[in-house]
């Protein structure tokens, strides 16, 4: 088993990043031929999921996020005031989290020959829900 971390630069509140390439690189420097790639998030406020990278479809994805989950819904979690120990710069972002919530923040994917067995139009994308910001995303081999 072997564990690497990718790091991205976020460019928005919404953004969406193909990592398929960094996911492959990694895999390409390792010995092993085939096997499953876990891929995991460490942030409760972005999502991880394969789809097509498309400009459309990444206009709709932010709508129906918004739709599903808006922000200012009154949730529990934006009330700043009666939470213990949060920084100054804390934001409103509940919505962020039930969006994370409803597209997941892993996946795993077969690999062989150093390729991820992905589709014709299938990418793995990190979804940014709370941005602009340095995120992290783990890459497991087995």
């Known amino acids: 088993m072997r ?5 991205i630069q976020t460019s928005s509140s919404f953004s969406c990043h193909s990592i398929t390439n960094q996911i492959e690189s990694i895999i390409q420097c390792g010995i092993q031929l085939e096997g499953v790639v876990c891929v995991s998030c460490l942030h409760t406020t972005t999502a991880l999921i394969v789809n097509e990278m498309e400009e459309r479809l990444i206009l709709d994805l932010e709508k129906w996020l918004k739709e599903l989950a808006p922000p200012l819904q009154g949730y529990k979690h934006d009330d700043l005031h009666l939470r213990d120990n949060i920084p100054e710069d804390e934001p409103k972002n509940a919505h962020s989290h039930m969006q994370a919530l409803l597209l997941g923040n892993d996946v795993s994917v077969p690999f062989k020959d150093g390729k991820l067995q ?3 139009y299938q990418d793995v994308i990190l979804v940014e829900l ?3 910001k340095k995120r992290n995303v783990v890459v497991s081999i087995q």
């Open 3 to 7: 564990t690497e971390t990718i790091s």
């Open 130 to 132: 709370d941005g602009p």
């Open 118 to 120: 992905l589709g014709q």
